[in-house]
């Protein structure tokens, strides 16, 4: 069984993002998990507390990622970029600058995202893209998932109710398998 790696770049209890990520899991392709990492207890970066006290929660994610085949972010939009709390996990992700390679060289990535605004997190997946490239991964461009208007598309409970955007999810998600190989 190949795994990917789910993180949501919200923090927030009933996010958006979180319930599309729940609507991959449950779309993965035949012969793939997707399983959640948290960016929930990584604290803000500082240079000082990596050298005296490596956060346990950001260590747990590194060997998280390292043992899994691809990685999925699925990310908000914040002022039409990327969220601060997300790039902070990912900047914390790749320190020391000599372990980065191990986590994110060559790793294929996918990134997709939902927003209660009209145009989806195009701006913010666009945003993505040179932190991916500096990192060295491998992105995966299929269909892009710029899920807009999502409070309509996730019921009361964060269910994907959109039969468009399951649909599109799903070969969205087969595309990234084919990709991680």
């Not at 980065?100 to 790793?107: C, L």
């Amino acid at each position: 069984m190949r795994k990917i790696i789910g993180i949501s770049g919200s923090l927030r209890r009933q996010s958006l993002n979180a319930a599309l990520l729940h609507a991959a899991i449950d779309l993965a392709p035949p012969g793939f998990t997707i399983e959640i990492g948290s960016i929930q207890d990584i604290p803000l970066y500082n240079f000082d507390v990596e050298q005296s006290a490596y956060p346990a929660a950001v260590t747990a994610l590194k060997e998280q990622i390292v043992a899994a085949d691809g990685l999925l972010l699925v990310t908000p939009e914040y002022n039409n970029s990327l969220p601060g709390v997300f790039k902070n996990a990912i900047d914390w992700l790749s320190r020391p600058p000599a372990d980065a390679p191990r986590i994110f060289r060559q790793r294929p990535v996918a990134v997709i995202g939902a927003s209660p605004g009209n145009y989806g997190t195009m701006l913010s997946q666009s945003a993505w893209l040179p932190v991916l490239r500096t990192l060295g991964t491998r992105p995966w461009f299929g269909s892009p998932i710029y899920v807009a208007q999502a409070a309509k598309v996730f019921d009361a409970e964060g269910k994907l109710i959109d039969a468009t955007v399951r649909e599109r999810l799903h070969k969205y998600l087969q595309g990234f398998a084919e990709f991680i190989g």
